[in-house]
Every structure is written in structure tokens, then in C-alpha cells.
């Protein structure tokens, strides 16, 4: 049977970077005007006054130090608190597209492949900034791209996900090669001024080129041993923008139209999923948590992601097994495990194991088996 392999992957990291102290700040001065605006109804007592955020608050609560963003001036304006980006004329290359094209063309040089070699390229990310014409069809275009292209979302799982789709084609024979991309601006749904809530993302773009393995052979390559995806309904992490929102005569800027969480009852209920969705499909591939050389997991909290890899692993992990990026970069969704992969890989040795996993709202979850060279 043909086998899908994963023969390179591309990374694009914005040019902007806020740390914590930069974004506290301007968290800050916007709760102080705030609470100065409505003095009266504080000292009344029928407001209750906002509480500042802090440096040490962000580490404790997540791990993260800093995110990489498309823009930062305007998110760091306690006036305005989201980001400066301006809309582009309908001729133009678009924001996500051009994000894509430069971590496309990351993984295709270094895979040595063409673009007019591809069979397929899915753009798989949380929020896609048009309905359509579909954004993967434009970097088709822009890449000058064979084949078909289409988007899907699947909010923080949605790299995994189109990983599962891209594998399956393969194996079956239809596809030979396909380009997964995942642009994510996740500053642009995020609320500033939600002080649980306003460090947690950043943006980034990621691409994965997966191929049959006939053409691979002679190439440095993950072989996908296996996927598997498991989805559950809930509502602890919901955003409620969307095309009907205009149709309703309130709420159309209320806080759910951007990102919301409850974030104790995501870490309840989503560690012991995820740790039971991979240790699961490593037994169906005749495996255990002791086979798993490195866990490339999605970068949402460390405190997640160090009780994931301890359930996986059946110990504390180490920083080598599974590695962080989020300190750096901060959640950036679908993109987070796959930038923990194209990191922290070249290290793997021949016929060695690994694990990408990504989850989030929905919830949803994806777990992927790599190992480095033939699948024997």
C-alpha cells in the first residue's frame, strides 16, 4: 500500500513580537482610564472596579512570554487594542494568502518539489478572513499550483485534521502530493480586554507538504504511521462571530464575537481526551507511551501540555520529549504543533517515533504517528 509521508514543512513568523511587560502595560492603562471613567459607580458600589494584569500572572497562568503578531502598534493602544490591518483591494494578494505563500514556499524548496507538482492544497486554520473565494484557491493561484485547493476549519485541530485528509488521498491512490497550510492571525479575535484571556494568542503561518512515498525515498521524510480524530460537542471555548450577526438587531459587538473560554473546565475535560485519544492510537499501531521518542503537541498551555505528556509517557517529560514554543510564540492554533515540529525535529533518528496532537474548541483532537524514514 502507498504510504504518506511528511517531506518538509515551512514556517512564516511575523516581523512584530510584544512581550509580557508591553502588553501588561498597555492591559493596564487601559483598566486605569476605565476605572477613572466610572469612578462614580465604583465608589458606589455598583461597579466593581478592573483589576490590572501582570507579568508574573501571564507565566504562572500559561508559560507564555511573548507572541509574534502582524501588527502591533494598534494592539498595544489602550485607545483601540486590537491590531492595525488595513483592507486590501479585491486585486490584491490577500493577508492569509501572502502568509501562506511564504511558509509554502519554505516547504517546497526544501523538499526540492514544484509547485505545479502539487495534486492538492487544503488551507486549514480557526478563522479564514472571507467566506470566499476561498483562500486556498488564491495561493493556488499565487504559487502557480496544479491540482484543486479548498479551506476547512476545524478551529486549533484543523492542521491535524487536513493532515488525516491529505493522508488518506495518498494512501488511496488518488493524490500524490499535498500542501497543508495554516495561517492564523489569532490577535485578530482576540479581546485585549479580557484580562483571563488577552495574552493567550499569536499569529503565525505554517505549511506541511506531504507525498506518496515512492517519490520520497531517496529524501529525508515522516512516514504517517497512522491518525485518528476524535470530536466532542461543547461550548467551553466559543466564538460567536458570523455572517448573521448583522441580521440581529443587539450584540453585535459583544464579547462572544470574539474568542471566550472557560478555561478550568477546558483543562478538566480536554487533558484526559487528548491523553486517552494518543495513548489509544499508539496501541492500535502496536505501541505505548515508552515508543514515543518526541510529542509535538498543540502550544496552548504549558500546564496542558506538561499533564498531556505525563499521561502519554507515563512520567514528567522532559523538555527534549516535549518541547515548548509557546513561550515564544504564544498559542497560534492550528499552527502551534506544527511549528513544535518544524523546530524540533532534525534531532529524531532513523526509524524513531514521534507524535503531533492538536486540540481545542469543539472540542476536537487529532493525533498523528510519524516516524522518521520507512514506515519498517
Known amino acids: ?151 476547512m476549519n476545524v478551529a486549533c485541530s484543523s492542521a491535524t485534521f487536513a493532515i488525516d485528509m491529505a493522508t488518506n488521498a495518498i494512501r488511496a491512490g488518488s493524490l500524490e502530493r499535498v500542501l497543508v497550510v495554516n495561517p492564523e492571525i489569532c490577535s485578530a479575535h482576540l479581546n485585549f480586554r479580557d484580562r483571563d484571556s488577552h495574552f493567550i494568542f499569536g499569529d503565525a503561518c505554517t505549511a506541511i507538504l506531504l507525498e506518496a512515498d515512492h517519490l520520497a525515498r531517496e529524501r529525508e521524510h515522516f512516514t504517517v504511521l497512522g491518525t485518528r480524530l476524535v470530536t466532542r460537542f461543547s461550548n467551553a471555548i466559543r466564538n460567536n462571530f ?58 496552548a498551555n504549558r500546564h496542558m501540555n506538561d499533564l498531556i505528556a505525563k499521561r502519554v509517557l507515563g512520567r514528567e517529560p522532559s523538555a527534549a520529549e516535549a518541547p515548548v514554543i509557546l513561550d515564544r510564540y504564544a498559542n497560534t492554533s492550528s499552527a502551534g504543533s506544527i511549528i513544535a515540529l518544524h523546530l524540533h525535529r532534525d534531532d529524531l533518528q532513523q526509524g524513531e517515533v514521534g507524535v503531533v496532537c492538536s486540540f481545542g474548541a469543539g472540542y476536537s483532537a487529532g493525533s498523528v504517528i510519524l516516524r522518521k524514514g520507512n514506515a519498517c
Request: net charge negative.
Open 1 to 151: 500500500m502507498t504510504q504518506a509521508v511528511i517531506t518538509a514543512t515551512g514556517l512564516f513568523t511575523p516581523p512584530e513580537s510584544i512581550d509580557n511587560a508591553a502588553l501588561v502595560a498597555s492591559f493596564n492603562a487601559w483598566v486605569d482610564a476605565e476605572n477613572a471613567r466610572h469612578a462614580d459607580a465604583i465608589a458606589s458600589g455598583e461597579r466593581e472596579p478592573l483589576g490590572h494584569s501582570s507579568e508574573a500572572f501571564i507565566l504562572k497562568a500559561s508559560g507564555i512570554e511573548s507572541r509574534y503578531v502582524m501588527e502591533a502598534s494598534g494592539i498595544l493602544d489602550p485607545e483601540r487594542m486590537r491590531p492595525r490591518i488595513p483592507e486590501r483591494a479585491n486585486g490584491e494578494l490577500s493577508l492569509q494568502a501572502e502568509m501562506g505563500l511564504a511558509a509554502a514556499h519554505q516547504a517546497l524548496d526544501k523538499a526540492g518539489v514544484r509547485a505545479d507538482q502539487l495534486d492538492l492544497i487544503i488551507v486549514a486554520c480557526s478563522n479564514l478572513q472571507r467566506p470566499y473565494p476561498a483562500v486556498s484557491v488564491e495561493l493556488q493561484a499565487a504559487l502557480g499550483a496544479g491540482g484543486y485547493a479548498f479551506d
Open 242 to 299: 458570523g455572517f448573521l450577526n448583522r441580521l440581529a438587531d443587539t450584540g453585535a459587538g459583544a464579547a462572544d464575537k470574539l474568542f471566550v473560554q472557560e478555561g478550568r473546565k477546558v483543562f478538566k475535560e480536554v487533558c484526559p481526551l487528548v491523553a486517552e485519544l494518543i495513548l489509544d492510537h499508539l496501541e492500535s499501531q502496536a505501541l505505548t507511551g515508552e515508543s514515543v521518542r518526541r510529542l509535538w503537541l498543540h502550544q
